[in-house]
T-cell receptor, first 111, second 116 residues
Framework: AQSVTQPDIHITVSEGASLELRCNYS??????LFWYVQSPGQGLQLLLK??????LVQGIKGFEAEFKRSQSSFNLRKPSVHWSDAAEYFC?????????FGTGTRLKVLA | DTAVSQTPKYLVTQMGNDKSIKCEQN?????MYWYKQDSKKFLKIMFS???????INETVPNRFSPKSPDKAHLNLHINSLELGDSAVYFC???????????????FGPGTRLLVL
């Protein structure tokens, strides 16, 4: 069955520190993978996506993600976190006519 | 211009009432979706429509009835509202249903429904 796992429910980092949010997927074929961010009370904004090719993809707001087929992972990274990055982050895989989302990781940024 | 818009943004109502949420996209996309986000932030597909035709109904109670009058609109009508319907409902659209950029979904701002 198709599924997405985000093992970390909450992550707290200090402003300026690096960040890595984990995402593991289960999908039979080549996955299309996405990261979205949801700020408090807001909708979902697309950060980046992976379809094929270069396994390191760049997104908006300085985020990047690396696709590792051998580990079934698509982890999101940022070298230096800003206070405005505090939000909920969702990993998703594109299934048949729908997205399958992970449960989300809430990021807290300490000043 | 807002790409995917939803109205209303907030909806507070009593149990047993009937309510509708409207969604419009101006992206020229063929496919639209409704997702439900529960109190734990979990997002789950409810319906998918392609060219006004229903292609996914993810075991949603039949109190929920989506309607797509044209490709740019997908409305959600809910009958006999229950406490458990309290959630955030997101509309989304994508260019199509298969292959690369066809599957990138763009989300509306959400409608926060509270049933008392």
């Amino acid at each position: 069955a198709q599924s997405v796992t985000q093992p970390d429910i909450h992550i707290t980092v200090s402003e300026g520190a690096s960040l890595e949010l984990r995402c593991n997927y289960s999908y039979g074929a080549t996955p299309y993978l996405f990261w979205y961010v949801q700020s408090p009370g807001q909708g979902l904004q697309l950060l980046l996506k992976y379809f094929s090719g270069d396994t390191l993809v760049q997104g908006i707001k300085g985020f990047e993600a690396e696709f590792k087929r051998s580990q079934s992972s698509f982890n999101l990274r940022k070298p230096s976190v800003h206070w405005s990055d505090a939000a909920e982050y969702f990993c998703a895989v594109s299934g048949t006519y729908k997205y399958i989302f992970g449960t989300g990781t809430r990021l807290k940024v300490l000043a | 211009d807002t790409a995917v818009s939803q109205t209303p943004k907030y909806l507070v109502t009593q149990m047993g009432n009937d309510k509708s949420i409207k969604c419009e996209q101006n992206l020229g996309h063929d496919t639209m979706y409704w997702y439900k986000q529960d109190s734990k932030k979990f997002l789950k597909i409810m319906f998918s429509y392609n060219n006004k035709e229903l292609i996914i109904n993810e075991t949603v109670p039949n109190r929920f009835s989506p309607k797509s009058p044209d490709k740019a609109h997908l409305n959600l009508h809910i009958n006999s509202l229950e406490l458990g319907d309290s959630a955030v409902y997101f509309c989304a659209s994508s260019p199509g249903t298969s292959g690369r950029d066809q599957e990138t979904q763009y989300f509306g701002p959400g409608t926060r429904l509270l049933v008392l």
